[in-house]
């Protein structure tokens, strides 16, 4: 069965917002209603999002690296949120396993915002009711839109590649492949919710040099040369041939 | 978890109104079995029964105010097949409605025997309607508990404890409401429920220090490590992604220091259990119970307030380990 989710690299992710600003912009233009904001030019601004970057600090100082993390809904494999809701408006579809809340159904009540782990779901002031990230349900399958746009919001904004949409029960997609490659994995493992977003761990390259590789030790020139090695002012082989 | 005084009045409510019912009904069933003197049906049995309806209802308006829709309160009673939420909306208007129907058996006296239990025990009508509230009362006190109970990561409502706690501190508090009355009609039974009153009352207190105790110990599953996925021992947070709080820090802080929260726990141990048990002892010795009665209701249905609020601000939901710092 189908499981539509985002893998997010953490690897590469710089923590610039777009994919906050281009999920709000497209998530409060649409159908559903607005994503409501409360002082959005004054003092203590606040508003519903269904996506943020956060950032964390790794080690004390100096060793120590930023990491920007972006989070939304995971879309949990064994949604916790969903049976206690006690109308029914939060569901998981069974055709892609997109977590959805229906807005015309929800009582707002906030419980499956209690039943949620990571603080995915965001309780609208204005409309008081319960949302959380559709996956871009309304963006997805649009045929209007060209193959190439039909991802979510987020993941078209992001600049460098951070944010990949695909079906992670698909063993032969490219999310699935960088998740197995890639060291992919899942927040909060021990709730046993099985969260369909999967996270690609910060992937450091070291390089290591070695003093003897500033020089160039295999000089042939200088290898096979007479001891004790010659000054390096002194003629090269290119310099002999060049004077030819 | 941030305290919804909607859901406090609820719980505590309700809580008194079904501890009443039980504590009328087993007064009844006493009297059937010809261990207490029988009761006046209008005087004491009926508007025993409007009262627990009154706290029932009131607690039940008090619900209303936790919706952000009220107007499709209606659509909460169709999950009850996974949802103790659901389910507690289903039981709820039953309970309220046994209970009225209790009170109205007897104000209507339908007190004829309708047949003869092992040839010696005369069954009527409010026997009967009386045991289908208590089964209803009990149940609405499981799935109250449930709600909080079943919620895993809240590691510290995840226990049979809270559901324990649910049905002993609304029973103790309606077998003290039960003596007042009692004490206020001027009937015989005043003793049968201040002894009950302190009995449950004491029990309650067992359970919930259990529960405290419990808590203090607890060690938290989730850490900054599990939360971002990554291993190492120092982790913190400078940016949440909302400079001015969001839903996830109004719904999950209580945004009280710590020394609050400890002098509001001394105040419930001292409210719901160490005084009410001193002014229930004293009432029953003493010529002036009406007072010291209704004393003993009041601070014990304030002290629970007081313990309701602890009991949501105890909780730390690990959806805060994502909302440590703003800077």
Known sequence: MKQLALIIDLNVCVGCHACVTSCKEWNTSGWAGPMSDFNPYDANPTGTFFNRVQTFEIGTFPNTETLHFPKSCLHCEEPPCVPVCPTGASFKREADGIVLVDYDKCIGCKYCSWACPYGAREFDQQQKVMKKCTLCVDRIYDQTLPEAERKPACVLACPTNARLFGDVHDPESEVSKLIRENGGYQLMPEWGTNPANHYLPRRKIHLKIHEDELLRADNPLKKEGLLPEPPKEQQTLDDIYMSW | ?327
């Open chain 2, 1 to 327: 978890m941030h305290p919804a005084f909607s859901v406090i009045f609820l719980t505590t409510l309700i809580g008194v109104g079904q501890g009443l019912f039980l504590a009328l009904y087993t007064g009844q069933v006493y009297s059937m079995m010809k261990l207490l003197p029988t009761q006046d049906s209008m005087s004491f049995y009926a508007t025993g029964s409007l009262v627990a309806l009154g706290f029932l209802v009131a607690g039940l308006f008090a619900s209303f105010f936790h919706l952000g829709r009220m107007e499709r309160a209606w659509r909460s009673a169709s999950k009850w097949r996974t949802s103790w939420l659901s389910r507690e909306v289903i039981i709820l208007p039953i309970a309220i409605g046994l209970v009225a129907l209790y009170g109205a058996a007897h104000y209507f006296g339908w007190n004829q025997p309708l047949f003869i239990l092992a040839q010696t025990q005369p069954i009527d009508l409010t026997q009967i309607i009386g045991a289908l509230a208590t089964v209803a009362t009990l149940t609405l006190f499981i799935c109250t508990g449930m709600i909080y109970a079943c919620l895993k990561f809240l590691q510290e409502w995840h226990s049979p404890l809270t559901v324990i706690n649910y049905i002993l501190l609304g029973g103790a508090s309606g077998f003290t409401l039960a003596a007042a009355f009692s004490a206020y009609i001027g009937n015989d039974i005043i003793s049968f429920y201040a002894l009950w009153a302190i009995v449950l009352t004491i029990t309650a207190f067992i359970t919930r220090s259990a529960s405290l105790v419990r808590n203090n110990h607890l060690k938290a599953k989730s850490n900054p490590q599990t939360a971002i996925g990554v291993r190492h021992t120092i982790i913190s947070q400078k940016a949440q992604g909302a400079m001015c709080g969001s839903f996830n820090t109004r719904e999950f802080f209580h945004g009280q220091s710590e020394a609050t929260l400890k002098m509001l726990r001394s105040i419930f141990l001292m409210m719901v259990f160490i005084i009410p048990i001193g002014l229930l002892i004293a009432a029953t010795y003493s010529v002036e119970a009406i007072t010291l009665f209704m004393a003993a209701f009041i601070v014990q249905y304030l002290g629970l307030i007081v313990e309701r609020w602890y009991f949501f601000s105890d909780a730390r939901h690990p959806q805060n380990l994502y909302y440590q710092s703003v800077s």
